[in-house]
Structures are given as C-alpha cells and as structure tokens.
C-alpha cells in the first residue's frame, strides 16, 4: 500500500498569503497520478487538482498543483477567507487500491 | 443538475447491517464508476471500495473485504453499499463519489452520517 504523509499537519496564515502545502509518497507514483481535494467543515470533499497539476472545472487558478515521484506540492498563491478548510491528497496509482494522506489543516492566523 | 443524492443519517447497533444509497442524477449513469469513501468523526479520508455501473463488477478495500457490498440499480440510476457486522468504529460519514480518470471523485454524495451505538 502506498502511504501518503502530508505537511505540515496545520498551517496557520492570513489572507492574501502563500500556502504551501507537502505530500509525500513511500513509494514512486508513476503518470502524477496524484489528486488534491478540499474539505470545508461540515462538507463533502471537493476536487482541486488531479494528474498533479491539472486543475479541476471551476477551480480558480490561484490553486496550482506541482512535483513528480515521490514529491507532491499543492499552493494557493493569494488565500481567500473560503480557502481555510482541510486539504488532502489522494493516490490512484495502485488502483484500486486508492489511498489518501491524514490532511492539512488550513487556519487563520 | 449533474448531483449524487444520498440516503438520511442511520442508527444501528453493534452487529447490524446497514445499507445506504445513493441516486445519480444528470449524467450517464453507467458511464462512471462510483466510490465509496468513509469518515470517521474527525478524521480523515479512507477508500473502501468501488463498483463499474456498467457491469456490476466491484473492488473492495482489503480491510473491509467480507463485510462491504457495494450494488447497483440502473433502472433507477442508485448505487448502494450495504457493510455488515457493525462496530463502533464504524461510525463515520459515508460517501459515494463519481469517478474520473480511474481512481478521482469528481462529484461528491452530501455525506450519510452512521452511527453505531448500543
């Protein structure tokens, strides 16, 4: 199984600043098959990137994914107060055996 | 509308089964596969398994293998998940999710709410 391990656990900014956010993969994931949701309190998971760097319909472009193999970035480049939710990466690699990382928390500061 | 629509919260008790569904709505119904991802009360995201609309095959998570079945009904575009045997670690919000790209969930289920409670 593929373990994903996200960074930091939360992260705490302000409006208007950079988030950069960490997943780490135990083992390569070949194609970036590599996907980004986003979880606001209380609502279902909502897609942000897939492929690792492809952008899901409707999703603004201040969100941008990045990185190869073991290695996964996404950044928000100008946060907006809705941007402060729970964020997780997700594997489809070793389908179907599908894997998600523990989250990133997210918060204002 | 393209929307998944998911069955009201559940109570069940150690032992019981439960099954929840889930009606797609504004698409091709057999053109996507459907997950079924799990959320226990503060935690995270967990895969459990997966079912073709199309032929009815399904993939099960190794970990609840024996206890999850996931079915579907084209006639009326719904796909269920039926785990058995419940414990209380089981209480989460249970998910179905359209798949894209074999293995993302573009489109998500509101989320059904079981618990499991003596």
């Known amino acids: 199984e593929i373990v994903l391990t996200q960074s930091p656990g939360t992260l705490s900014l302000s409006p208007g600043e950079r988030a950069t956010l960490s997943c780490r993969a135990s083992q390569s994931i070949t194609s970036s098959y590599l996907a980004w949701y986003q979880q606001r309190s209380g609502q279902a998971p909502r897609l942000l990137i897939y492929g690792a760097s492809s952008r899901a319909t409707g999703i603004p472009d201040r969100f941008s994914g990045s990185g190869s193999g073991t290695d996964f970035t996404l950044t928000i480049s100008r946060l907006e107060a809705e941007d402060f939710a729970v964020y997780y990466c997700q594997q489809y690699h070793r389908a179907p055996k599908f894997t998600f990382g523990q989250g990133t928390k997210l918060e204002i500061k | 509308q393209v929307l998944l629509v998911q069955s009201g919260a559940e109570v069940k008790k150690p032992g019981a089964s439960v099954k929840v569904s889930c009606k797609a709505s504004?698409?091709?119904?057999?053109?996507?596969?459907m997950h079924w991802v799990r959320q226990a009360p503060g935690q995270g995201l967990e895969w459990m398994g997966w079912?073709?609309?199309?032929?009815?095959?399904?993939d099960y998570s190794q970990k609840f293998q024996g206890r999850v079945t996931i079915t579907r009904d084209t006639s009326i575009s719904t796909v269920y998940m039926e785990l058995s045997r419940l414990r209380s670690d089981d209480t989460a919000v249970y998910y179905c999710?359209?798949?894209?790209?074999?293995?993302?969930?573009?489109?998500w289920g509101q989320g059904t709410l079981v618990t499991v409670s003596s």
């Open positions: 999710a359209r798949d894209i790209y074999g293995g993302v969930g573009d489109l």
């Open positions: 504004g698409y091709t119904f057999n053109g996507y596969f």
């Open positions: 079912i073709n609309p199309n032929s009815g095959g399904t």
